[in-house]
């Protein structure tokens, strides 16, 4: 497996994404299947690990990748089994929910700019800034005029980030209608997974049309070289991991890291 297989996920700038003709279901970019895609993502694990220890030693670069998906596509799944080998002290995870009394007193970048990632960190949005021409638009939350003034100040926002030293992944986990009825049954059938359950999410499912063409506007008009979006088929729970896994382990190996060097010669110190 090369990772430069899964560049195909890769949204081009100024393409116009059709989510229809992107299949969530496919497994095209590796060979094998489950049971062989579970130890190439152990190894990516192990690989993640010593990138990111890495990338705290030398601390140079800044990592944010963002998550975005319909509910039950895996956000949650992808922070738990991509990260697994990476020491939790260098990775800060955010959840962005319905904005608060305070959240929406501010501009709607206000409070993601906050949580991004310092020198030698990874940020993980779970959910960001782009409800806020998802959920917003498709609830005319705010009106028309405001939210289509957003791509350009994502834009620029994600610009900014990367020319200030952050190198930028987001990663759009696509699923299928029909997998979603069937992982919103799963959490209804077992007990233990009740508390996911949210009866409130039931009524988004008459929405998605609408939200499919949300997301297509967003992904087609925010998926720049300095911050592109990947469409990640998502109806295999372990094809996701993999390619997020695989995308993730490729672009940190790209800023071609090293560990700083000491400024004292090791060979004249003598610890008594
Ligand atoms: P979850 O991630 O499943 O815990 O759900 C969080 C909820 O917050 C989702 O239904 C999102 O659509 C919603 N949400 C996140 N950001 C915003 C926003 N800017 N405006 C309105 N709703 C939002
Ligand atoms: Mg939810």
């Known amino acids: 497996m090369k990772t430069e297989d899964f560049d195909r996920y890769r949204v081009r ?22 049971d062989e895609a ?28 963002v ?77 028309k005029e405001v939210w289509k003034t957003r791509y350009e100040s994502i834009n620029a926002f994600e610009k900014t980030l ?10 759009f986990l696509h699923i299928s209608k029909e997998e979603q009825k069937k992982r919103l049954q799963a959490r209804l059938d077992d007990e233990t997974k009740h508390w996911k359950f949210n009866p409130a999410d039931l009524p988004e499912r008459k929405f998605w049309d609408a939200y499919m063409k949300a997301y297509e506007e967003a992904l087609s008009r925010t ?13 295999k729970k372990w094809y996701r991991n993999l390619t997020v896994s695989a995308l993730l382990v490729g672009a940190l190996e790209a800023l071609h890291m090293e560990y700083p060097k000491g400024d004292f010669d090791p060979r004249k110190i003598v610890i008594e």
């Open 13 to 34: 700038p100024s393409t116009n994404v059709s989510l229809k003709k992107a299949d969530p279901a496919e497994t095209g970019a590796f060979s094998g299947g489950k």
């Open 162 to 171: 990367h020319q200030e030293g952050t190198a930028i992944l987001k990663f």
């Open 67 to 143: 998550l975005q998906g319909m509910d039950t596509a895996g956000k949650d799944g992808v922070i738990r089994r991509v990260f697994e080998g990476v020491n939790p002290q260098g990775v800060k995870v955010s959840g962005f929910k319905a904005p608060t009394a305070e959240e929406l007193a501010h501009d709607y970048l206000w409070r993601v700019h906050r949580c991004v990632p310092g020198q030698g960190e990874i940020a993980i949005f779970n959910r960001s800034h782009y409800e806020d021409v998802l959920v917003v638009r498709v609830h005319d939350l705010v009106p």
């Open 223 to 235: 998926s720049t070289d300095e911050a592109p979006w990947y469409i990640v088929p998502s109806d």
């Open 38 to 65: 579970a130890g190439v993502l152990g190894e990516l694990n192990k690989k993640l690990g010593g990138l990111q220890e890495l990338l705290y030693a030398e601390r140079r670069h800044k990592v944010l990748i």
